[in-house]
């Protein structure tokens, strides 16, 4: 009998491969969830045991499962969620999956969402890593020692004390985060793009937040306008672009692209925020076009 926690995995993975096809993601890209899901529901051991016995490695072996989608089914284990199938259902909620960490209540996960731009918990435990969490009021050492050892269980690492290099990846040059800026924005305002009903902010169920899905190597994007509280509440929905990108080596991350508005050399163009001196130089390299 299979364990009815990899069946739940390969429910969700087939409806992710199906949001993607509809989406119109690469075909190969769709193919790899739905081989994923074949394999679980054939899977004798439950992902469970793999986990504890053999770690991610384990589940990397296993037929059809590289690095990418066993972090997926450890997510799952771990959280119960899988944000990539939330965004695609519009029904993303960054500062409720913030909030769910012990010691993150609703005021400090909007502020680590809206002024450290974080909206994973990959992203969160970068930050707590990396020290910008201590420039946030209300994080102090003994916090951000619990919040490191929460994600070092929810996420499967092992722990490191605040202060330590985190997880390595390499992160896209802002010269890639642009141009799929660009892309988005070209084929949203020419009608290219399925359009989703977020279920935040969206009382009607209208469909009208463009998605993209694209790649840069073997790096993909996944693209949207902003749908949060503060968006709404500027007036930017429809100029904050997020970028979630996922790679083999990479891992996951996210990257926010925003029109700057504030005076100086960058005012008016399109930059990725906590990269601005990067994007400057991108300017600068293009003799100053936009």
């Known amino acids: 009998m299979v364990d009815p926690l990899n069946l739940e995995i390969a429910r969700r993975f087939e409806e992710l491969g199906r949001l993607l096809e509809e989406q119109g993601a690469n075909p190969f890209r769709v193919r790899a969830y739905q081989r994923a899901a074949d394999t679980l529901r054939r899977?004798?051991?439950?992902?469970?045991?793999?986990?504890?016995?053999?770690?991610?490695?384990?589940?990397?072996?296993?037929?059809?499962?590289?690095d990418q989608l066993a972090r997926a089914i450890r997510q799952v284990v771990r959280s119960g969620r899988l944000?990539?199938?939330?965004?695609?259902?519009g029904?993303?909620?960054?500062?409720?999956?913030?909030?769910?960490?012990?010691g993150i209540g609703p005021v400090l996960a909007e502020r680590l969402h809206?002024?450290?731009?974080?909206?994973?918990?990959?992203?969160?435990?970068?930050?707590a890593h990396s020290g910008r969490l201590r420039g946030v009021?209300?994080?102090g050492?003994?916090?951000?020692?619990?919040?490191?050892?929460?994600?070092?269980?929810?996420?499967?690492?092992?722990?490191?004390?605040?202060?330590?290099?985190?997880?390595?990846?390499?992160?896209?040059?802002?010269?890639?985060?642009?141009?799929?800026?660009?892309e988005y924005r070209e084929r949203a305002a020419a009608g290219e793009l399925r359009k989703i009903a977020p279920r935040r902010f969206n009382p009607r169920g209208e469909a009208w937040l463009p998605i993209?899905?694209?790649?840069?190597?073997?790096?993909?994007?996944?693209?949207?306008?902003?749908?949060?509280?503060?968006a709404h509440?500027?007036?930017?929905?429809?100029?904050?672009?997020?970028?979630?990108?996922?790679?083999?080596?990479?891992?996951?991350?996210?990257h926010t692209v925003v029109t700057a508005r504030e005076p100086g050399p960058l005012e008016g163009r399109r930059v990725v925020r906590g990269r601005e001196a990067e994007c400057l130089e991108h300017y600068r390299r293009r003799g100053g076009k936009s």
Request: net charge negative; no cysteine; hydrophobic share 35%.
């Open 141 to 182: 050492a003994k916090r951000i020692a619990g919040i490191v050892d929460t994600l070092a269980s929810r996420l499967g690492r092992a722990r490191r004390r605040p202060g330590e290099a985190g997880p390595g990846r390499a992160e896209p040059s802002v010269d890639e985060l642009l141009d799929v800026d660009r």
């Open 212 to 230: 993209l899905h694209t790649a840069r190597g073997d790096r993909h994007y996944t693209a949207l306008y902003s749908n949060t509280a503060r």
């Open 91 to 102: 029904e993303s909620d960054p500062e409720a999956l913030l909030a769910s960490v012990p």
């Open 83 to 89: 944000p990539m199938l939330d965004r695609l259902r």
């Open 114 to 127: 809206h002024e450290l731009d974080i909206d994973t918990l990959e992203g969160l435990e970068v930050a």
């Open 137 to 139: 009021p209300g994080f």
């Open 233 to 254: 509440r500027l007036g930017r929905q429809r100029d904050w672009v997020v970028l979630y990108f996922t790679g083999e080596r990479d891992g996951e991350g996210q």
């Open 43 to 66: 899977l004798e051991r439950p992902v469970t045991e793999i986990l504890e016995q053999e770690g991610l490695e384990g589940l990397v072996r296993l037929p059809t499962i590289g």
